[in-house]
């Protein structure tokens, strides 16, 4: 079975940023595809960052040149740098890693990011 638990969201000021991470439990970490969503209130789920095994990236547009998605393989962690983060960046971030061997997705329990001033 496959864990996933975010950390580092919080409150930050408009034009900062903040740093996710994401352990993810389980063997073959290193041929995951790892991705991070977010929620915003009223609004659907949405992908944010995407990242393939292979060190491929695909950001949606709102957070191209803002946002970074990257991996460390030696501790099973994915990353979201966020960075000029907006009033709009505001929501709950989910983590999810694709396993290829189960075919099966995974998902954590989210952590909160609220920009405000």
């Known amino acids: 079975q496959v864990q996933l638990v975010e950390s580092g969201g919080g409150l930050v000021q408009p034009g900062r940023s903040l740093r996710l991470s994401c352990e993810v439990s389980?063997?073959?970490?290193?041929?995951?595809?790892l991705g991070w969503y977010r929620q915003a209130p009223g609004k659907e789920r949405e992908l944010v960052a995407g990242m393939t095994s292979g060190n491929r990236r695909d950001y949606a547009d709102s957070v191209k040149g803002r946002f970074t998605i990257s991996r460390d393989n030696a501790r099973n962690t994915v990353f979201l740098q966020m960075n000029s983060l907006k009033f709009e960046d505001t929501a709950v971030y989910y983590c999810?890693?694709?396993?290829?061997?189960?075919?099966?997705?995974?998902w954590g329990n989210g952590t909160l990011v609220t920009v405000s001033s």
């Open positions: 999810t890693a694709y396993e290829p061997a189960s075919g099966r997705n995974y």
């Open positions: 389980g063997r073959n970490f290193v041929s995951f595809r």
